[in-house]
């Protein structure tokens, strides 16, 4: 069964204390992983979609890697407002070009 | 004005009124999507729809019913509304450009079922 799973469920930084949110996934051929921003109320925000292990993309603060088994979201010195929820979502390479999504890694910047 | 909208944004209805749920967009894709999110269980998608005559079911469509009245429209209907349909609904749509989709998601609707 294709799935998603993100870690942690809630992460609390300081400003300027860089980490990772962890992204893995089984599924019967990748076609694509997404990164998504959400801010409370708000819908998601497109990140990044990676295609092949080995890619990397970066925006801002943000740098986002593949590989065949999981993605990992670097945030590189954070500041609170980059405190939002991630969503991770992949879609199967199969005939519905299904797209499922993670629970998501609450994330909260201190100043 | 924003490429994906979403009407109404908040809205009440009482167990077993049928309720529509429109979405509309500027940005000339192909494909659309509906979902809904609940607390801890993520976004779940409803139905989509990859042209005018492409409607598929998600993961959750029992109860559920879509119409695409055109490319830019896409609507979500509840059939009988029940209380555990209550939660935030998302539209969104998406394009593969050079092999590369991209969702974009609208504001959302907020529902509640009493």
């Known amino acids: 069964e294709d799935q998603v799973t993100q870690s942690p469920e809630a992460l609390r930084l300081q400003e300027g204390e860089s980490s990772s949110l962890n992204c893995s996934y089984t599924?019967?051929?990748?076609?694509?992983l997404f990164w998504y921003r959400q801010d409370p109320g708000k819908g998601p925000e497109f990140l990044f979609t990676?295609?092949?292990a080995g890619e990397e993309k970066e925006k801002e603060r943000l740098k986002a890697t593949l590989t065949k088994k999981e993605s990992f979201l670097h945030i590189t010195a954070p500041k609170p407002e980059d405190s939002a929820t991630y969503l991770c979502a992949v879609q199967a390479m199969n005939r519905d070009d299904k797209i499922i999504f993670g629970k998501g890694t609450r994330l909260h910047i201190l100043p | 004005d924003a490429d994906v909208t979403q009407t109404p944004r908040n809205r009440i209805t009482k167990t077993g009124k049928r309720i529509m749920l429109e979405c509309s967009q500027t940005k000339g894709h192909d494909r659309m999507y509906w979902y809904r999110q609940d607390p801890g269980l993520g976004l779940r998608l409803i139905y989509y729809?990859?042209?005018?005559?492409?409607?598929n079911k998600g993961e959750i469509s029992d109860g559920y019913s879509v119409s695409r009245q055109a490319q830019a429209k896409f609507s979500l209907s509840l059939e009988s509304a029940i209380p555990n349909q209550t939660a935030l609904y998302f539209c969104?749509?998406?394009?593969?450009?050079?092999?590369?989709?991209?969702?974009?998601f609208g504001p959302g609707t907020r529902l509640l079922v009493l």
């Open positions: 729809s990859f042209d005018v005559k492409d409607i």
């Open positions: 990676l295609y092949s």
């Open positions: 599924v019967s051929g990748l076609r694509g």
């Open positions: 969104a749509t998406s394009d593969i450009g050079l092999g590369q989709e991209t969702q974009y």
